[in-house]
């Protein structure tokens, strides 16, 4: 697993850095481990190349003089270690195990007066010791230059050993590490973005958060990983972790009401309510999240008048509280989130698209065109510089003038790899300013070059999404498999509720298809498909029951 550089949450090898050096250096022992923690850190880095090298074979270790091979030999004659500058000390000068620490504290502070008195010692002992002294001035200078940023051995050996026992853990209790390393980092979106990555890479399936399965913190369930309720934005642990006492005591809540009456949602507050709705914690006994969250006051006031009544009765003589009756008041309707609106409200809630992404519908597009996702760009453009299409989702513009007084513009999207940013200059920006508003759906061609290990975005065009769908001016066409006729309502409200100036753009073929079984029944609908929306309304469509695939042709 480390020698493929597969290493994101273990110790102190998670850095991308690390992990391309882990898979350039293929290790395969524990000292290679060692000698990664030692060798990556400024000044030493430069030797990464040299040790991997001579790793491989391709190039021969040099142990500066046979005496010292012993003391070499497992860094390939690279000096890494203060363990290292000593030995050769002792071994080359005859130096005392004491007056060699001196010698490592003097190379490390690299004081004048006191290196010109150590390097005439050194060169004396190596004397007595039948080694030429001209070679022996020159190891000197040679392990006073690698002393000067010298690690110490059993302290990396240490950090070393602990980078094993969770890769070890990673390797062999996937799901487990995975939720684990999740648990310290809940309140690190960013971060919990990227173990989810992780997870779908290492087949580890995120169970997106559920008030009757998930836990306050993060949980397992053989090689699932329920998400953790208190990992959602500004809902409070403690809240969080009383709804999951309150399933794990009386079992799975049946529907909303079961749910006000058994929780009293006080203690979780509007926000919260609002905040568990955009997630979907409450998909298991409501479907509607935009009637939670539009009527939360309305819910919040029934579960106080539920939790009074019931403190009454347990107030009385006789009275246990449990049978309340309590009329259970109807929720006005309000037509739910669907398509990008649902996957953008669950983004606010959690920091990051979780159940779908906005780009999922475009799959077959982006591939057709080469669309690269940011990691890739990232991993690709690693110590060389290229140009790529990419595609993403706005998530934030950041305006700035330069000395000079040209605008330019920092803008933050997102795909399924994450979020990256693109530094756009000041003529994009003039011919972008009308596509640049967030949540827009973009196509980028972007220039990726790596300054000093950060590979830096600068963005070379910019056009909507949906635009590379209409090409040499005809639109596309948009095909509906129905597996249930019943959805053939829900389609009819969906499409009536298009704006009246989509529906008057211009005309593109929209085709139902019947399946029921074996035969498919193809009906042409007279019906206007705005060119410009149409992954947008496949977005809307797809979730309806019964409807089994949108094709966009």
Not at 72 to 77: H, I, N, P, Q
Not at 399 to 405: D, E, T
């Amino acid at each position: 697993m480390l020698s493929k550089g597969d290493a994101i949450g273990v110790f102190q090898l998670e850095s991308s850095g690390m992990r391309s050096t882990l898979r350039g250096l293929n290790a395969d022992c524990l000292e290679d481990i060692i000698a990664l923690v030692s060798l990556y850190r400024p000044g030493p880095m430069d030797n990464i190349p040299t040790y991997i090298d001579r790793k491989a074979g391709r190039e021969a270790p040099d142990y500066l003089h046979p005496l010292l091979e012993e003391v070499l030999k497992e860094t390939y004659g690279v000096i890494i270690y203060q363990e290292q500058v000593m030995q050769i000390a002792q071994i080359l000068s005859g130096y005392s195990l004491g007056e060699a620490d001196l010698l490592r504290r003097a190379m490390g502070k690299k004081k004048k007066e006191e290196m010109d008195k150590q390097k005439v010692r050194f060169v004396e002992g190596a004397r007595n010791n039948n080694v030429d002294p001209e070679k022996a001035e020159s190891i000197f200078e040679l392990v006073a230059k690698f002393a000067g940023y010298g690690f110490n051995k059993s302290h990396a050996a240490a950090y070393a050993w602990i980078s094993y026992q969770t890769a070890f853990l990673k390797a062999n209790h996937t799901a487990a590490f995975l939720a684990a390393s999740m648990s310290l980092d809940i309140t690190l979106t960013d971060k919990l973005a990227v173990f989810v990555g992780e997870a779908k890479r290492c087949d580890v399936e995120v169970c997106p958060p559920c008030i009757n399965r998930s836990q306050a913190d993060f949980s397992i369930d053989g090689n699932h990983i329920h998400y953790a309720l208190a990992a959602i934005k500004n809902v409070g642990e403690e809240a969080m972790a009383q709804i999951s006492m309150a399933c794990q005591k009386g079992g799975a809540f049946t529907d909303i009401y079961n749910f006000l009456e058994r929780v009293d949602v006080r203690k979780i507050g509007k926000r919260g309510i609002e905040q568990l709705a955009k997630a979907g914690a409450f998909d298991a006994i409501h479907q509607n999240r935009a009637q939670i969250f539009t009527h939360a006051d309305f819910l919040i006031r029934y579960s106080a008048a539920f939790h009074e009544e019931k403190s009454s009765n347990q107030g009385g003589l006789f009275g246990d509280g449990e049978n309340i009756a309590l009329e259970r008041p109807k929720i006005p309707f309000i037509n739910d989130w669907f398509g990008g609106e649902r996957l953008d409200r669950e983004c606010a809630a959690l920091g990051f698209y979780l159940t779908g992404h906005p780009l999922d519908d475009y799959d077959q597009a982006l591939a057709e065109r080469g669309v690269l996702s940011q990691s890739e760009v990232l991993e690709e453009a690693k110590g060389t510089r290229l140009t790529a299409q990419m595609a993403g989702i706005l998530r934030e513009v950041t305006r700035r003038r330069s000395k000079s007084g040209k605008a330019f513009a920092w803008i933050t999207l997102s795909d399924r790899t994450g979020e990256y940013e693109v530094t756009v200059f000041s003529e994009l920006i003039e011919t972008a300013r009308d596509k640049l508003e967030v949540g827009a759906r973009l196509f980028l061609s972007v220039t990726a070059e790596d300054r000093e290990g950060n590979v830096r975005l600068t963005g070379e065009a910019i056009r909507l999404l949906d635009e590379i769908h209409t090409q040499n001016g005809q639109s596309t066409s948009l095909k509906i498999i129905v597996e249930q006729p019943q959805a053939f309502a829900a389609i009819k409200k969906r499409l009536n509720a298009l704006p009246e100036e989509d529906v008057a753009s211009e005309n593109k073929p929209l085709t139902l298809v019947l399946a029921p079984q074996d035969v498919d029944y193809e009906v042409e609908m007279n019906v206007s498909v705005p060119a410009v929306s149409t992954m947008a309304m496949k977005s809307v469509l797809k979730t309806i029951e019964g409807v089994a695939d949108i094709v966009v042709e």
